[in-house]
C-alpha cells in the first residue's frame, strides 16, 4: 500500500497561514471522511491534531483545521508560532489494504 | 484517561529474539484496534500490524509479514510485538497505537521504544 503524498517541506512566518497538503486516491482520501493529521516533535510520539478530516480533539488549537476536496485533505495551521514546528502526518482509512489505514510520507514545517 | 505505556528501551544483538510490550488502561482493551508502527532514524511512520484482542484478529502488513508477531494478552491488557531474530535493520523507534472507532485512525499513541540492534 503506497503511502498518501505530502510535501516534504513547507515553511512559514510566524503569525502566517501554511497549508500541507495530502494526496491519495479515491480508496482512501476521496472516498471516505476518516483522515487525520498528527503533529510530531523531535523526540517525541505523535500527537493527533485533526480527525474525521475536520474535527479537533480537545485541547487542540483552533489556529489547526482541516478540509478535504477530492482526494487532497489539507492541514491549515493559522497564526503560525514557533512551537508550531515539527513534522506533520496525514492518514486516511484506506480500502485497498488489510489494516484499514494508511499514512503519509511526512511534512517537516519549518517557522523562520 | 486513555494511555498506553510502552516497555523501556533494549539494546540487542543480530540474530537474537526480542518481545516488546504496550499496556493500556482507560478503556475497553478488546473493543479497539491496536497497533504497532515502525519510526526509523529520520524517517516517516510506517504501519506494521494490527490486532484485535476482542477476537485475536491480527493483520499484518506486506512489508513486515513474517518479519515480526503480534500477539494480545488481554488478562493483563498489554500488547505485544515480538522478533525472533533481529537484524541491523530493524533499528528504529516502535509505537504502539491505538485505532479509534469504526474507521478512524489512530487516536492515542505510546511514548515509543527505541530499539537498537547493533554488532
Known amino acids: 500500500q503506497s503511502a498518501l503524498t505530502q510535501p516534504a517541506s513547507v515553511s512559514g512566518s510566524p503569525g502566517q497561514s501554511i497549508t500541507i497538503s495530502c494526496t491519495g486516491t479515491s480508496s482512501d482520501v476521496g472516498g471516505f471522511n476518516y483522515v487525520s493529521w498528527y503533529q510530531q516533535h523531535p523526540g517525541k510520539a505523535p500527537k493527533l491534531m485533526i480527525y474525521?478530516?475536520?474535527n479537533r480533539p480537545s485541547g487542540v488549537s483552533d489556529r489547526f483545521s482541516g478540509s478535504k476536496s477530492g482526494n487532497t485533505a489539507s492541514l491549515t495551521i493559522s497564526g503560525l508560532q514557533a512551537e508550531d514546528e515539527a513534522d506533520y502526518y496525514c492518514?486516511?482509512?484506506?480500502?485497498?489494504?488489510?489494516?484499514?489505514?494508511?499514512f503519509g510520507g511526512g511534512t517537516k514545517l519549518t517557522v523562520l | 484517561e486513555v494511555q498506553l505505556v510502552q516497555s523501556g528501551a533494549e539494546v540487542k544483538k543480530p540474530g537474537e529474539s526480542l518481545k516488546i510490550s504496550c499496556q493500556v488502561s482507560g478503556y475497553s482493551f478488546s473493543n479497539y484496534w491496536i497497533g504497532w508502527v515502525r519510526q526509523m532514524p529520520g524517517k516517516g511512520l510506517e504501519w506494521m500490524g494490527i490486532i484485535y484482542p476482542g477476537d485475536f484478529d491480527t493483520r499484518y502488513s506486506p512489508s513486515f509479514l513474517a518479519q515480526v508477531t503480534i500477539s494480545a494478552d488481554r488478562s493483563i491488557t498489554t500488547a505485544y510485538l515480538q522478533w525472533s531474530s533481529l537484524k541491523a535493520s530493524d533499528t528504529a523507534m516502535y509505537y504502539c497505537?491505538?485505532?479509534?472507532?469504526?474507521?478512524?485512525?489512530?487516536?492515542?499513541w505510546g511514548q515509543g521504544t527505541l530499539v537498537t540492534v547493533s554488532s
Open positions: 474525521d478530516v475536520n
Open positions: 492518514s486516511s482509512y484506506t480500502s485497498g489494504s488489510k489494516l484499514g489505514c494508511v
Open positions: 497505537a491505538r485505532h479509534g472507532n469504526g474507521r478512524r485512525g489512530v487516536d492515542s
